[in-house]
């Protein structure tokens, strides 16, 4: 009985040992992660992605005039890269920053990006969706769900601290700006109505208008 409950003892020690082990091993993995994430050359080298998969997009749009064969495999092959890319940054700052990356702004805005480049480039031309059908791509839900690819420009933003510090200026000042606008439309129409009642109602202006219809 002893030795049965040293046998016992030992592999529940054993247990304990590996989970401690695996939990150590995650908690490093993750402190990796986090400084792999943090590190500048991390940030410049998406930042480079990022402005490549813009410039794609570019030429995607007027694929017609630069004679590009979106359907081609090396096109398509590309499209495929950059998808794959920001799926395994997206995975990477989750690991890091859980579900309060999650429910950030640009957590959000990344997650939106990967699902519809997912769509768009793995889901939908496994059920026969796609650019190749004269039909179905005028869905309109394969239109848009293309148009989020744009916005993976608006995360190059972020990266470029002062051009994000204006950004963010300008949306705070949003407020201002529209009262400013509000403003200058009211003193355009009080000036359009004493305008018209000043000089477009002058009985030499209404003389003018009448002797130039008679001719």
Not at 46 to 63: K, P, Q, R, Y
Not at 98 to 120: A, E, P, Q, R
């Amino acid at each position: 009985k002893s030795k049965d409950a040293e046998g016992a003892a030992n592999f529940v020690a054993d247990i304990m040992h590996a989970v401690t082990s695996a939990q150590d091993r995650q908690q490093h993995l993750q402190r990796l992660s986090e400084r792999l994430v943090k590190r500048k050359e991390f940030e410049v080298g998406w930042s480079l992605l990022i402005l490549l998969n813009a410039v794609m997009l570019g030429f995607e749009t007027d694929s017609d005039l630069y004679g590009i064969n979106v359907l081609s495999w090396y096109w398509v092959a590309l499209e495929n890269f950059f998808l794959t890319m920001f799926t395994i940054e997206l995975l990477l700052r989750l690991y890091v920053g859980g579900t309060k990356f999650l429910w950030s702004s640009w957590g959000m805005l990344d997650v939106v990006i990967v699902v519809s480049g997912g769509m768009t480039a793995w889901i939908l031309p496994l059920v026969g969706v796609g650019d190749g059908d004269s039909e179905t791509s005028k869905f309109t839900i394969l239109r848009v769900l293309r148009l989020f690819r744009l916005a993976r420009a608006l995360r190059f933003l972020q990266r470029l601290k002062m051009l994000w510090k204006m950004c963010r200026g300008l949306a705070k000042a949003m407020d201002t700006l529209l009262w400013t606008v509000a403003l200058i439309m009211l003193i355009f129409y009080i000036f359009a109505v004493a305008g018209v009642e000043l000089i477009g109602k002058s009985e030499l202006i209404l003389e003018e208008s009448e002797e130039m219809r008679l001719k």
